[in-house]
């Protein structure tokens, strides 16, 4: 699918990132990702945590076999795989797995054991930020699963902006959702959810650097637990 944008420098992008950004402020999911796949066509993908597939499940929608990208850090909980295969195998959607250059094993051989712990930033680089910079080198645009109410450092996600680092528009549809909003959708749609969501734990990332949430505690204290670390740098 060719599409207006193709011809389109960074400038120009941005531009139209932020000024749809405004335009969409108000607007449904289901809106924000119809002006995603109009304007960007294949040159569109969603990326998934495996947390849930409830974008993945909005966008494929709108455009039936959207690009869905699943990035394999080799520290998964095999939950989060067995979410992964499941959406894979029940939903309109093509999966990507993106996977590291370097295995565990190898990158425990270079940089030593558990650097996740020593390192944890570096470690988040090679396993994820680095894998998806590649991965997202074929598009123009991608959407996330960001929601304002998930912590503090996430509360002015715009519904689409301009991701400066990669050059590419990202569009977060569920911004503007609350956890009802997310559940209330899961329930009318039968999406599948990864199922550590019922055990306790309310965001889901590498099992290393992930617990449990406690009363009280926002959705993101589970990650990085006891460390000033709030993102794993894919999202600023």
Avoid at 17 to 45: H, K, M, S
Avoid at 166 to 188: C, F, H, L, M, N
Wanted: proline fraction near 5%; charge should be negative.
């Amino acid at each position: 699918m060719t599409t207006a944008q193709d011809a389109c420098t960074d400038e120009e992008l941005k531009r139209l990132a932020e000024q749809a950004g405004r335009d969409l402020e108000d607007a449904p999911a289901l809106e924000i990702l119809q002006w995603a796949v109009d304007t960007f066509g294949r040159q569109f993908c969603v990326t998934s945590s495996m947390e849930d597939a409830v974008v993945a499940h909005l966008a494929s929608r709108v455009l039936k076999g959207v690009d869905v990208v699943f990035l394999d850090t080799g520290y998964h909980f095999p939950e989060t795989i067995g979410t992964r295969d499941a959406v894979e195998a029940v939903m309109d959607v093509n999966v990507i797995t993106l996977t590291p250059r370097q295995s565990v094993a190898e990158q425990d051989a270079e940089y030593g054991p558990r650097l996740h712990d020593r390192d944890p930033d570096l470690c988040c680089a090679l396993r994820k930020v680095r894998p998806l910079e590649e991965g997202l080198k074929g598009y123009r645009a991608w959407a996330t699963g960001l929601r304002r109410d998930e912590s503090p450092t996430r509360a002015n996600t715009p519904v689409v902006g301009w991701d400066e680092k990669r050059r590419k528009v990202k569009i977060s549809p569920i911004a503007r959702w609350t956890q009802d909003d997310v559940d209330a959708y899961v329930t009318e749609h039968g999406v599948l959810t990864n199922p550590l969501l019922t055990d306790g734990y309310a965001s889901v990332g590498c099992a290393p650097c992930t617990r449990r949430v406690l009363e009280g505690e926002d959705a993101r204290a589970g990650r990085w637990a006891g460390r000033a670390k709030t993102e794993c740098g894919l999202h600023g």
